[in-house]
């Protein structure tokens, strides 16, 4: 059974920093992309990063600057360091993992985490 498991959310004061951790936890072969969404209350789930095998990134606008993701291959976990962190930063963070492949044939599928909360309030 494959699961992507968040960790590292939590309430923050603006201006603050928070380092998000996801780990693939179960058979796994390979993992192409990996990456970030958050959904802010109320609203829709938006990217905030991706990152390949080869540490190809891709960031939100809103992102770029203040976050930085990183991977490790070897373990099947992705980070998301986040700084300068303001209220409307506030939202619950997804951790994405496209084309898990559980043993080399198989064509592979996407998988999420449940999420992880971050609230960033005075």
């Known amino acids: 059974q494959v699961q992507l498991v968040e960790s590292g959310g939590g309430l923050v004061q603006p201006g603050g920093s928070l380092r998000l951790t996801c780990a693939a936890t179960?058979?796994?072969?390979?993992?192409?992309?990996m990456g970030w969404y958050r959904r802010p209350p109320g609203k829709k789930p938006e990217m905030v990063a991706t990152?390949?095998?080869?540490?190809?990134?891709n960031y939100s606008e809103s992102a770029k600057g203040r976050f930085t993701i990183s991977r490790d291959n070897a373990k099947n976990t992705v980070h998301l360091q986040m700084n300068s962190l303001q209220p409307e930063d506030t939202a619950v963070y997804l951790c994405?993992?496209?084309?898990?492949?559980?043993?080399?044939?198989?064509?592979?599928?996407?998988?999420w985490g449940m999420g992880t909360q971050v609230t960033v309030s005075s």
């Open positions: 990152i390949t095998t080869t540490n190809k990134t």
């Open positions: 179960g058979s796994i072969f390979s993992i192409d992309a």
């Open positions: 994405y993992a496209e084309r898990l492949r559980r043993a080399k044939y198989f064509t592979g599928s996407d998988y």
